[in-house]
């Protein structure tokens, strides 16, 4: 199993930014890829950014430019850096991974964009 654990949600104002961060531990050595979705109320889970074991990188195009996500291999943590938030980023992060055949997902993180 891997057990994942999230911090860095919160209160910020648009134009501004935040830093999620998700640590895995547990059997970290089988993880193939990490990231974090979003849920926004009212709407579906939606993939945010993805990065593999090979540092592959991925973002979902409302992020693009935006946001950036990268991995500390040796705390087993990625990191979600977002800037110039817009209030359309709104909604509960979920950091995830998977692993041994199947997805494993942290507890979620609320962030919310606002004056």
């Known amino acids: 199993q891997v057990q994942l654990v999230e911090s860095g949600g919160g209160l910020v104002q648009p134009g501004g930014s935040l830093r999620l961060s998700c640590a895995a531990s547990g059997r970290t050595l089988s993880i193939y890829s990490m990231g974090w979705y979003r849920q926004a109320p009212g709407k579906q889970r939606e993939l945010v950014a993805g990065?593999?074991?090979?540092?592959?990188?991925s973002y979902t195009n409302s992020v693009k430019g935006r946001f950036t996500l990268s991995r500390d291999n040796a705390k087993n943590t990625v990191y979600l850096q977002m800037n110039s938030m817009k209030p359309e980023d709104t909604a509960v992060y979920y950091c995830y991974c998977k692993a041994l055949g199947t997805d494993f997902w942290g507890q979620g993180t609320q962030v919310t964009v606002s004056s």
């Open positions: 990065i593999t074991r090979g540092e592959s990188t």
